[in-house]
């Protein structure tokens, strides 16, 4: 069974600043996908950023990069020039590429923008 | 569009009571999900359906039931609610590999 693990329950950080959060998976898999979700106090969830395992290059969106080490199994979000409306919750996502749909979440990363 | 459509969005139970959690998703998605939000759990699938007509158990099945009622449309029931289903529900669906949220059922069982 695949595992995500988020290791910084919190994080906050100065507005204009860059942050980077953590997530590390355990996987047998070969092919699969990652992603960061966005939970605004809303409490919608919203897709950030998604990789594929097979890919080499480094998923970006506009402020949002990862920084993905297959063989360390690890995948990290980079969000430069932070803003307020930064201030959610990050969870960390894996789904394999084949078989079931099923995606796999870490247990989040509350992070806060500090004006 | 309207996406994904959760009803209703907060609730209130007494143990034992029973409800079902109303899920529809109008972007013809095959692959439809349940999973509950815990605090410092993150989001655990408790049920999911690939296609209309099947279901299977996810990590935390125990104390609900599922249907697929048509391809739009994925039911969660509660049958005897218990305090420890007081969570944050919500329904997905997926095409391909992205998924699409509802924007969740606040559930307290008292």
């Known amino acids: 069974a695949q595992t995500v693990t988020q290791s910084q329950p919190e994080m906050s950080v100065q507005e204009a600043e860059t942050v980077t959060l953590s997530c590390t998976y355990d996987?047998?898999?070969?092919?699969?996908?990652l992603f960061w979700y966005k939970q605004p106090p809303s409490r919608q969830m919203i897709l950030v950023i998604r990789?594929?395992?097979?890919?080499?290059q480094n998923a970006t969106e506009n402020r949002f990069s990862v920084n993905f080490q297959k063989a360390a199994k690890s995948f990290s979000l980079k969000i430069s020039d932070s803003q307020l409306g930064d201030t959610a919750m990050y969870f960390c996502?894996?789904?394999?590429?084949?078989?079931?749909?099923?995606?796999?979440f870490g247990t989040g990363t509350r992070l806060t923008i500090i004006p | 569009n309207a996406g994904v459509t959760q009803t209703p969005k907060f609730q209130v139970l007494k143990t034992g009571q029973s409800m079902t959690l109303q899920c529809a998703q109008d972007?013809?998605?095959?692959?439809m999900y349940w999973y509950r939000q815990d605090p410092g759990m993150g989001l655990r699938l408790i049920y999911y359906?690939?296609?209309?007509?099947?279901?299977d158990k996810g990590e935390v099945p125990n104390g609900y039931n599922v249907s697929r009622l048509n391809k739009r449309e994925f039911s969660l029931r509660l049958e005897s609610a218990a305090p420890s289903q007081t969570s944050v529900y919500f329904c997905?669906?997926?095409?391909?590999?992205?998924?699409?949220f509802g924007s969740g059922t606040q559930l307290s069982v008292l």
């Open positions: 359906s690939a296609s209309e007509g099947t279901t």
């Open positions: 972007m013809n998605h095959n692959s």
């Open positions: 997905a669906s997926s095409e391909v590999e992205k998924l699409f």
């Open positions: 996987t047998s898999e070969s092919n699969y996908y």
């Open positions: 996502a894996f789904r394999t590429s084949f078989g079931n749909e099923k995606l796999t």
């Open positions: 990789q594929e395992a097979y890919k080499q």
